[in-house]
């Protein structure tokens, strides 16, 4: 069955320490998505990518970076730079046009120790 | 700027009730418009998307509804189950000229209880 994978589940990162959060889609769809979910907030998107080595800074892009090299991968890394990086990291996918909606990933859950 | 509100936040029912969620939008120049479901912990789960062009749509116990002109949508849940017991997001996704960004609401926390 296609879907999205992301990993790790769970991720502790400390102070001063980059860490990259993996997401894989084999529904070929062609628009990629990384939201961040904090407690009693809504989802806020941190960066897309319509297109491979193409991609779009959010409303929250401080303190993140990505790459789209495949169609079918698109990492996020937490840089130092993001001084509350505490929270649950959804990856998402979509076709650009089309009937069809989103499909979610399981979720990141980074933590800062 | 698009913005999502969904009311009430949270809600408390006993089991075997109708209810209704409801979901409004600042900008009716919507592509079409979803609803998800999130367990504790977990990822999204889509639950009903409609079209623009569309009124409703349904699936199972579920009827999703939209009102683009009035940027309004409701999802009807009948005869509830403890295990529907999630939060419930709403999400407008923007017209295609502007790369097919959602904007989400806060969620309605749905508890049923036995």
């Known amino acids: 069955d296609g879907g999205i994978t992301q990993s790790p589940k769970y991720l502790f990162r400390k102070e001063g320490q980059n860490v990259t959060l993996s997401c894989e889609q084999n529904?070929?769809?062609?628009?990629m998505y990384w939201y961040r979910q904090d407690p009693g907030q809504g989802l806020r998107l941190i960066y897309y990518?319509?297109?491979?080595?193409?991609?779009q800074k959010g409303d929250i892009a401080e303190g993140y970076s990505v790459s789209r090299e495949k169609k079918e991968s698109f990492p996020l890394t937490v840089t130092s730079a993001q001084k509350n990086p505490t929270a649950f990291y959804l990856c998402?996918?979509?076709?650009?046009?089309?009937?069809?909606?989103?499909?979610f990933g399981s979720g990141t859950r980074l933590t800062v120790v | 700027k698009q913005e999502v509100t969904q009311i009430p936040a949270a809600l408390s029912v006993p089991e075997g009730e109708n209810l209704v969620l409801n979901c409004s939008f600042t900008d009716s120049a919507i592509y079409n418009l979803q609803w998800f479901r999130q367990d504790p912990g977990k990822g999204l789960t889509s639950l009903l998307l409609?079209?623009?062009?569309?009124r409703e749509q349904t699936s199972g116990r579920l009827n999703a509804s939209l009102d683009k002109s009035s940027g309004r949508s409701t999802l009807y849940i009948a005869a509830s189950q403890p295990g529907d017991s999630a939060t419930y997001l709403c999400?407008?996704?923007?017209?295609?000229?502007?790369?097919?960004?959602?904007?989400f609401g806060e969620g309605t926390q749905l508890t049923v209880n036995p």
């Open positions: 409609i079209q623009s062009s569309q």
């Open positions: 998402a996918s979509s076709l650009l046009q089309g009937m069809r909606g989103y499909t």
């Open positions: 990518s319509q297109i491979v080595n193409d991609f």
């Open positions: 999400a407008v996704r923007e017209g295609e000229t502007s790369g097919s960004r959602l904007t």
């Open positions: 529904l070929n769809h062609d628009a």
